[in-house]
T-cell receptor, first 114, second 114 residues
Framework: AQTVTQSQPEMSVQEAETVTLSCTYD???????LFWYKQPPSRQMILVIR??????QNATENRFSVNFQKAAKSFSLKISDSQLGDAAMYFC???????????FGEGTQLTVNP | DAGVIQSPRHEVTEMGQEVTLRCKPI?????LFWYRQTMMRGLELLIY????????DSGMPEDRFSAKMPNASFSTLKIQPSEPRDSAVYFC????????????FGQGTRLTVV
């Protein structure tokens, strides 16, 4: 079974600074997808960014980028120029290419200080 | 499309009562998931459907929980009888099993059993 681990229960960053959230996963599969979801206080789960395992290039979405290290089974999220609206719980998630279920990490609570 | 729609947003019920949570997935999506989120256990997959057929219900905690998907645009999660430990946020999510791999989440139902 796949597992996803987020070792940082809480992180904080100053507004306009950069922060990196860590995620590791365990799988025996070679083809899969990885995601970062954001959950603000509104409770809505919002997709931030996704990475296909077969792609070597790291995904980027505006201020959000990932560092995908397939051999190390690591998938970190970098938020540049942090904004107050980035404050939320962030979840890393894994999905097998042969299935549709998502396996989530424990989450990292990000605080952005003005 | 209005996204995944869940109702009610909040539910408070007494122990022993029947609770029914409802979900309308995004039109065209062929997968539907029910997740439960608690502080202790994080996000857990309870059950998921493909083309209205339950595929994996191994996450359903007990026989008190049941889920149905009578058609492509509606699903229910029922708890009967409810217990205080069922208090959690229940999310419904849907996705298309093709090249679009991201799951879209509803806003969740916060259930409180007193």
């Amino acid at each position: 079974a796949q597992t996803v681990t987020q070792s940082q229960p809480e992180m904080s960053v100053q507004e306009a600074e950069t922060v990196t959230l860590s995620c590791t996963y365990d799988t025996s599969e070679s083809d899969y997808y990885l995601f970062w979801y954001k959950q603000p206080p509104s409770r809505q789960m919002i997709l931030v960014i996704r990475q296909e395992a077969y792609k070597q290039q790291n995904a980027t979405e505006n201020r959000f980028s990932v560092n995908f290290q397939k051999a190390a089974k690591s998938f970190s999220l970098k938020i540049s120029d942090s904004q107050l609206g980035d404050a939320a719980m962030y979840f890393c998630a894994y999905r097998s290419a042969s299935g549709s279920r998502l396996t989530f990490g424990e989450g990292t609570q990000l605080t952005v200080n003005p | 499309d209005a996204g995944v729609i869940q109702s009610p947003r909040h539910e408070v019920t007494e122990m022993g009562q029947e609770v029914t949570l409802r979900c309308k997935p995004i039109s065209g999506h062929d997968y539907l998931f029910w997740y439960r989120q608690t502080m202790m256990r994080g996000l857990e997959l309870l059950i998921y459907f493909n083309n209205n057929v339950p595929i994996d219900d191994s996450g359903m905690p007990e026989d008190r929980f049941s889920a149905k998907m009578p058609n492509a645009s509606f699903s229910t999660l029922k708890i009967q009888p409810s217990e205080p430990r069922d208090s959690a946020v229940y999310f419904c999510a849907s996705c298309w099993g093709g090249w679009r791999t991201e799951a879209f989440f509803g806003q969740g139902t916060r259930l409180t059993v007193v």
